[in-house]
């Protein structure tokens, strides 16, 4: 069976970056943190979630523990935008060229401003989508922030 365009461009992007985890392609659809991390036979918490927001209409990317929500008033104010408003399925498709439940930490159209949730290092592996709902990838705190370009802060 031939894979998904959309994880072929992943791999693409996690080797021109130097990413050194490992691309799993789940016989089901992982679209939520709790459904991959039952599926990987991990903690919820050790799954990155990649979250798209938008703040005056442009895509800001939180990438957070599986184990939390984001305070949207709180991450904007950490983060010094105005407002961060919960991206649509319309928006998400443009600005990553991905479906929501299966937006990567990279391998996005354009680049986008990352903000990498501190509660992931508690993990020695994380677990982020590899472009589909059914991908999934192993990666670390620190690989995941080189990767992103991301900048480390707290989310709530």
Same mark, same amino acid.
């Given at each position: 069976?031939?894979?998904?365009?959309?994880?072929?461009?992943?791999?693409?992007?996690?080797?021109? =970056?130097?990413? !050194?985890?490992?691309?799993?392609?789940?016989?089901?659809? *992982?679209?939520? $943190?709790?459904? +991959?991390?039952?599926? #990987?036979?991990?903690?919820?918490?050790?799954?990155?979630?990649?979250?798209?927001?938008?703040?005056?209409?442009?895509?800001? =990317?939180?990438? !957070?523990?599986?184990?939390?929500?984001?305070?949207?008033? *709180?991450?904007? $104010?950490?983060? +010094?935008?105005?407002? #961060?408003?919960?991206?649509?399925?319309?928006?998400?498709?443009?600005?990553?060229?991905?479906?929501?439940?299966?937006?990567?930490?990279?391998?996005?159209?354009?680049?986008?401003?990352?903000?990498?949730?501190?509660?992931?290092?508690?993990?020695?592996?994380?677990?982020?989508?590899?472009?589909?709902?059914?991908?999934?990838?192993?990666?670390?705190?620190?690989?995941?922030?080189?990767?992103?370009?991301?900048?480390?802060?707290?989310?709530?």
């Amino acid at each position: 069976m031939d894979e998904h365009p959309s994880i072929t461009s992943f791999r693409a992007e996690l080797e021109r =970056l130097g990413g !050194t985890g490992e691309v799993i392609v789940l016989p089901e659809s *992982a679209h939520t $943190a709790a459904l +991959a991390a039952a599926a #990987l036979g991990c903690e919820v918490g050790a799954i990155a979630n990649s979250l798209l927001f938008s703040s005056d209409n442009e895509p800001v =990317l939180v990438l !957070t523990s599986g184990a939390h929500r984001v305070d949207t008033t *709180a991450t904007a $104010a950490r983060i +010094a935008v105005p407002k #961060l408003k919960r991206a649509d399925a319309d928006f998400v498709r443009n600005h990553t060229g991905q479906v929501i439940g299966g937006v990567s930490p990279i391998a996005h159209p354009s680049p986008i401003p990352t903000w990498v949730d501190i509660w992931l290092q508690k993990h020695p592996v994380l677990w982020a989508a590899a472009g589909h709902p059914s991908a999934v990838f192993s990666t670390t705190y620190d690989e995941l922030l080189r990767l992103t370009g991301g900048t480390a802060i707290e989310v709530d």
